[in-house]
């Protein structure tokens, strides 16, 4: 079963699910804006990409985030997803990273950005 993120109700009262597309980019997500150590039974499980934002921008920080994205990915997400390519531009309060992965699946190449901070609309 794939719950949707977050957690919620369907119409009928019931768990609301996903299909495996948007659970997986929902996973994605998940392990992108936890921070290490934030999971008390799981303190290796995200990537503690969302703090970035609070840090000077530099390429060697782009790319050891990188690192520890697709590192990140595929320790919890090597059964669903083969990693492609991982992008992260940080630029002043927002920061974007976009994931390029395979469905184990159904062998389909998806690409996923995710934005962080940033001005609210």
Do not use: C, K
């Not at 977050?6 to 929902?26: E, K």
């Not at 303190?43 to 060697?60: K, R, Y």
């Amino acid at each position: 079963m794939n719950l949707a993120f977050p957690f919620g109700f369907d119409t009928t009262g019931r768990t609301a699910q996903a299909n495996t597309s948007d659970h997986v980019r929902d996973m994605i997500e998940l392990i992108l804006f936890t921070a290490l150590g934030e999971r008390v039974n799981r303190p290796t499980f995200g990537s503690g990409t969302a703090q970035l934002v609070f840090t000077p921008n530099s390429d060697v920080l782009a790319a050891a985030q990188q690192q520890a994205i697709q590192a990140g990915l595929q320790q919890w997400l090597s059964d669903l997803i083969r990693v492609q390519s991982v992008t992260v531009l940080a630029e002043d309060a927002t920061l974007q990273v976009t994931v390029v992965y395979l469905l184990v699946s159904n062998q389909q190449q998806q690409s996923q950005q995710f934005l962080y901070g940033g001005p609210t609309q």
